[in-house]
Nanobody, 116 residues
Framework: QVQLAESGGGLVQPGESLRLSCAASGTISRITRMGWYRQAPGKQRELVAHISPSGNLGYADSVKGRFTISRDNARNTVSLQMNSLKPEDTAVYYC??????????WGQGTQVTVSS
């Protein structure tokens, strides 16, 4: 099994930046794709960004050019640098990983609030 621990959420003003981090522990050798999802009140959870073990990236159209995902395979971490934040980025952000066999693991979620 894999456990995920997230950090870095908070309250910021529009245009500011935040960095989310997620550390994986447990059976980390089986981790394949890592990523971040978010869920705003009253909305479905959506994929924000993902990164493969080799570094292939994918982003939601709404965050392209503003968010950057990265991973450190040696430290088993995945981070999300969020710049030029907008009020519509307000959501609970979840770290997510796939392991071999297609098993999904979710973090507990961290709140990001963008408000003036």
């Amino acid at each position: 099994q894999v456990q995920l621990a997230e950090s870095g959420g908070g309250l910021v003003q529009p245009g500011e930046s935040l960095r989310l981090s997620c550390a994986a522990s447990g059976t980390i050798s089986r981790i394949t794709r890592m990523g971040w999802y978010r869920q705003a009140p009253g909305k479905q959870r959506e994929l924000v960004a993902h990164i493969s073990p080799s570094g292939n990236l994918g982003y939601a159209d709404s965050v392209k050019g503003r968010f950057t995902i990265s991973r450190d395979n040696a430290r088993n971490t995945v981070s999300l640098q969020m710049n030029s934040l907008k009020p519509e980025d307000t959501a609970v952000y979840y770290c997510h990983v796939f392991t071999l066999g297609g098993i999904q693991t979710w973090g507990q979620g961290t709140q990001v609030t963008v408000s003036s």
